[in-house]
């Protein structure tokens, strides 16, 4: 059972995007209020598919940390999920998100309408300072910037150095920048065809103080994000919800 109905949500989720790729193409020739229209749309079906075919449910804690305004959310990064669920839960969220994307035709078209922030993994310097400058724009304008500081998706139980992205968005936006811990994974494994039924859940925690150097910065975002992770992680498929997602 849960392989049909990872089958019938993985054709769910290939054919929503097509759709909503062609059928959304004249929001390009719109303000980007109609590309993020289009794109939290998009995102508010695929949670619905994987809750109603799948039977993933979704809960949120720490919704009362996010300050109004232009923030940074440094988030755990397990599953493609995550690069969803944001686009539902943030009034305005923009990503950082690899170059690469943005060249795909169709969805790096709407990504980029949509003002999200390309980077260059391999473009050193000068990569990092266009994201940081687009950043900067970005939180100015009052959205919620949202990083993945491990850079990549990581298996349930693995763990990568941190990068220091997040540090350079912290002192160009002077943001607040709050930890994110999921157990995203463990519903819809990286890589994983098969998205077993439970709950996803998220932490947003408080932000971290002002004025980390980046050493400090990055050692407080990994500890704080993994132990949270691992107490995430450690709980049964129930528990108090402070916001679910349908």
Do not use: C
């Not at 193409?25 to 980007?32: D, I, K, S, V």
């Not at 794109?39 to 598919?49: D, L, Q, Y």
């Not at 103080?209 to 050692?219: D, I, K, S």
Request: proline share 7%; aromatic share 8%; no cysteine.
């Amino acid at each position: 059972m849960i392989w049909l109905r990872s089958l019938v949500f993985n054709l769910l989720f290939f054919g929503i995007t097509i759709i909503f790729a062609f059928l959304t193409l004249p929001t390009l020739l719109m303000p980007r209020w109609g590309a993020m229209f289009v794109t939290r749309s998009w995102a508010r079906m695929v949670i619905w598919s994987l809750r109603h075919v799948v039977g993933v449910r979704v809960e949120v804690r720490g919704l009362e940390h996010l300050p109004p305004g232009g923030v940074v959310l440094a988030a755990k990064h397990q599953s493609a999920f995550d690069t969803i669920i944001w686009l539902s839960l943030l009034p305005d969220p923009t990503y950082v998100m690899k170059q690469e994307l943005m060249r795909i035709p169709l969805y790096g078209w709407h990504a980029r309408k949509a003002g999200m922030i390309p980077v260059d993994r391999s473009g050193g310097g000068a990569a990092l300072r266009g994201m940081v400058r687009l950043a900067v724009k970005a939180a100015a304008e009052g959205r919620q910037v949202v990083i993945f500081p491990e850079g990549t998706r990581t298996a349930v139980g693995q763990r990568v150095p941190y990068q220091p992205g997040v540090v350079a968005l912290a002192a160009g936006t002077g943001a607040p920048v709050l930890p994110v811990a999921t157990d995203s994974g463990r519903v819809w494994g990286r890589r994983h065809f098969l998205k077993r039924p439970g709950t996803i859940r998220i932490a947003i925690l408080p932000a971290l103080p002002p004025g980390l150097n980046r050493a400090r910065m990055l050692a407080a975002l990994e500890s704080r994000i993994e132990a949270e992770t691992d107490r995430l992680m450690a709980e049964p498929q129930h528990g108090t919800v402070d916001k679910s997602v349908d």
